[in-house]
């Protein structure tokens, strides 16, 4: 049973940082794409950031280009979202997900196979 645990998420002014953290178990962690994804009240879900665990490529929204990296620890099947210089507009429950393309997070899709239960995050102005 494929399992997504996520932590790290919480309340922040805007300007300030969290890191997200998401465990994967019962899932062939390597040579895959894990993903973060987010919704925000009232919104549709949208990609983040994606990571390719066989070789690192990376991928990132538009809206967090140089605020948010997206990692890994193989050892630990663990993926991580670093998030800093978040503003209002990055509130959002965040959800990890697994089994898709990585290229999704960038093109409006959200067509992975396994999802986390999220992690809500606060940015107030």
């Known amino acids: 049973q494929v399992q997504l645990v996520e932590s790290g998420g919480g309340s922040v002014q805007a300007g300030g940082s969290l890191r997200l953290s998401c465990a994967a178990s019962?899932?062939?962690?390597?040579?895959?794409?894990m993903g973060w994804f987010r919704q925000a009240p009232g919104k549709e879900r949208e990609g983040v950031a994606s990571?390719?665990?066989?070789?690192?490529?990376?991928y990132y929204a538009d809206s967090v280009k140089g605020r948010f990296t997206i990692s890994q620890d193989n050892a630990e099947n663990t993926v991580y979202l670093q998030m800093n210089s978040l503003k209002p507009e990055d509130t959002a429950m965040y959800y990890c997900?697994?089994?898709?393309?990585?290229?999704?997070?960038?093109?409006?899709?959200?067509?992975?196979?396994?999802w986390g239960q999220g992690t809500q995050v606060t940015v107030s102005s």
């Open positions: 019962g899932y062939t962690y390597s040579s895959n794409c």
């Open positions: 990571i390719y665990t066989g070789g690192g490529s990376t």
């Open positions: 997900a697994a089994d898709g393309r990585c290229a999704s997070v960038v093109a409006g899709l959200v067509d992975f196979g396994y």
